[in-house]
């Protein structure tokens, strides 16, 4: 495997501006453009559906910043994806998630940061890197990403601000 591919947890033709409007739409369109990458294997779909049901991974950011638009990491078992990485998922309209810490709570999520990670052990590390570039980007600058559509911007933000450990 070359080097470049353990260097970033983003690659840029696997970043995502939709215009979906459910947690359906949003997931097959971009299930189904990883799965030609060879990204994932062809039961990630469902699996990401049916995890996404049974735990909710809506991140409410208020308690970060009132300012931020709140976000979901969607995610499944490693067995259904071939590669580790992060795929940003920018919602031009923002979608209802169930709240990760409460799951019967819903609120809309407008954008979301989708692990793909075929390493089981990483998966907390990734989750966790995710909350620290949330948490640690300055506010104006996380402001604007949150607010960009425009997929090379996108990943230019996220190799300039992710602090990859």
Same mark, same amino acid.
């Given at each position: 495997?070359?080097?470049?591919a353990?260097?970033t947890?983003?690659?840029?033709?696997a970043? @995502?501006?939709t215009?979906?409007?459910t947690?359906? &739409?949003?997931?097959?369109?971009v299930s189904? =453009? !990883?799965?030609?990458?060879?990204?994932?294997?062809?039961? %990630?779909?469902k699996?990401?559906w049916?995890?996404? =049901?049974?735990?909710p991974?809506?991140?409410?950011m208020?308690?970060?910043?009132p300012d931020?638009?709140?976000?979901?990491?969607?995610?499944?078992?490693?067995? %259904?994806?071939?590669?580790?990485?992060v795929?940003?998922i920018k919602?031009?309209?923002?979608v209802? @998630?169930g709240?990760?810490?409460?799951?019967?709570?819903?609120f809309?999520?407008?954008f979301l940061?989708?692990? !793909?990670?075929n390493?089981?052990?990483g =998966?907390?590390?990734v989750l966790?890197?995710?909350? &620290?570039?949330?948490?640690? /980007?300055?506010?104006e600058?996380?402001q604007h %990403? @949150?607010n960009? /559509?425009n997929?090379?911007?996108?990943?230019? @933000? !996220?190799? /300039?601000?992710f602090? =990859? &450990?």
């Open positions: 495997m070359p080097d470049v353990n260097k947890l983003f690659d840029p033709t970043v @995502f501006v215009e979906q409007t947690q359906e &739409g949003i997931f097959k369109e189904d =453009q !990883l799965l030609a990458k060879q990204y994932v294997k062809p039961e %990630f779909l699996n990401l049916e995890r996404e =049901q049974n735990y991974t809506g991140i409410d208020s308690v970060v910043n931020y638009p709140n976000v979901a990491i969607p995610h499944t078992e490693g067995n %259904f994806v071939n590669v580790r990485l795929v940003p919602l031009v309209t923002p209802d @998630f709240n990760m810490i409460e799951p019967a709570d819903k809309p999520v407008s940061f989708m692990i !793909l990670n390493d089981p052990d =998966q907390a590390n966790s890197e995710i909350m &620290g570039f949330l948490t640690t /980007t300055p506010a600058d996380l %990403f @949150f960009e /559509t997929r090379a911007a996108i990943y230019s @933000f !996220l190799n /300039t601000f602090n =990859q &450990g």
